[in-house]
């Protein structure tokens, strides 16, 4: 029997064109450059013009995705936007993006998980096309997290950032094994209990606001570490290989802190982690696709190397995803 792989066949991104620096920022808040890049990494992040709806930053970056893989958008029958701010409470900011694209076909939906949204949307999207439920996938991570910040609120209003990233997955047939192009594995979590340490104080159903960004950043912090390090383990060993074996990890942009703690428990070299923390701050679900965008942009990712996306946000939620570029 023939075996589907969902295959990343390209990516792409886009960042809103205004910068803001930590400099910018502690003229606003009391804080400082040295104290965001002491705890954070964090030296500047693209902030959303007024008239920039997620859709549009989501939009363009599919756009990026399409060109890369050559392809048009009409060849697109799965669109999956992961958010957290999207453009209205309904309808999903995917069929915005669908419309923008030109599209009136297949299924379009939004995946909500915050930070970890895009590894849950890639594991849906894997899995229609595994099912033969749709062809070819444009998944998207795509934010404008600047809208939900309290930027009277120092410990949270530094941290994040505006973006989005997209791939064009595509199922091929017939291969099978770990050395064969594809998502190799992909594993996810959640567990409620933890809403109380980030979450948004508003919404629809209980405020009918929208609500700002709420987090008790260092309980975020030592719960990520562990719940990242588990799932890489897990995601591996369910695909039979190692963390010797990742040519790159590509971990949601929190945190360098995190980055560094969860590749020093997985045994990684730095050398091994893709960073774009600095320069694009938390851009929640966009952030796992920018990096990754960035990295095969550059060179550094290539084309038979093995890869690892790992994230965890508000929920708690959490994954992995092993891919062979
Ligand atoms: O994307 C979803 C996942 N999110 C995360 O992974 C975030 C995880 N958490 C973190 O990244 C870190 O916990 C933070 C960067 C949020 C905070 O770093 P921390 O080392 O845990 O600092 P803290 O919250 O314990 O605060 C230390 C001090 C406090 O002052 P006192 O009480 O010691 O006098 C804060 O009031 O730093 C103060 N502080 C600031 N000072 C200057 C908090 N925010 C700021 C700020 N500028 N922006």
Not at 48 to 67: G, R, Y
Not at 76 to 105: H, N, S, W
Request: proline letters at 2%; a negative charge; one cysteine or more.
């Amino acid at each position: 029997m023939s075996v589907l792989r969902s295959v990343i066949v390209g990516c792409g991104s886009y960042l809103p064109a205004r910068i803001v620096t930590n400099d910018e920022l502690a003229a606003q808040v009391d804080t400082s450059d040295q104290w965001i890049t002491e705890r954070t990494g964090i030296k500047r992040r693209h902030i959303a013009a007024d008239n920039e709806l997620t859709s549009d930053l989501a939009a363009a970056a599919a756009k990026a995705a399409l060109a890369q893989a050559n392809l048009e958008a009409a060849a697109i029958d799965l669109i999956v936007v992961a958010t957290a701010t999207p453009d209205q409470t309904f309808p999903a900011t995917a069929t915005r993006v669908q419309e923008k694209l030109g599209l009136a076909r297949g299924v379009a939906f939004d995946i909500q998980a915050v930070c970890s949204g895009f590894v849950f949307a890639l594991a849906v999207a894997d899995n229609f096309l595994r099912l033969g439920q749709a062809n070819r996938a444009l998944v998207i991570g795509a934010e404008t997290f600047s809208r939900i910040l309290d930027w009277e609120d120092r410990g949270t209003c530094v941290l994040f950032g505006d973006g989005a990233g997209a791939v064009v997955l595509e199922a091929h047939a017939g291969i099978g094994s770990t050395a064969d192009r594809g998502i190799l594995a992909s594993r996810l979590h959640s567990d409620g209990r933890y809403h109380d340490l980030l979450y948004v104080d508003g919404g629809p159903s209980s405020t009918q606001t929208t609500g700002h960004v709420r987090m008790e950043g260092k309980e975020v912090f030592r719960h990520a570490v562990t719940n990242l390090a588990a799932v890489v383990g897990e995601t591996l060993e369910a695909a039979g290989l190692k963390a010797a074996d990742l040519d790159w990890i590509v971990p949601h942009q929190a945190n360098k802190r995190i980055l560094d703690a969860t590749a020093k428990k997985l045994g990684l070299g730095a050398d091994k982690v893709i960073v774009t923390v600095d320069h694009h701050a938390n851009t929640s679900a966009a952030s796992v696709p920018l990096a990754l965008a960035e990295a095969v942009a550059d060179g550094r990712i290539k084309a038979g190397q093995l890869v690892l996306l790992e994230a965890m946000g508000g929920g708690f939620t959490w994954g992995a995803s092993l891919i062979r570029m």
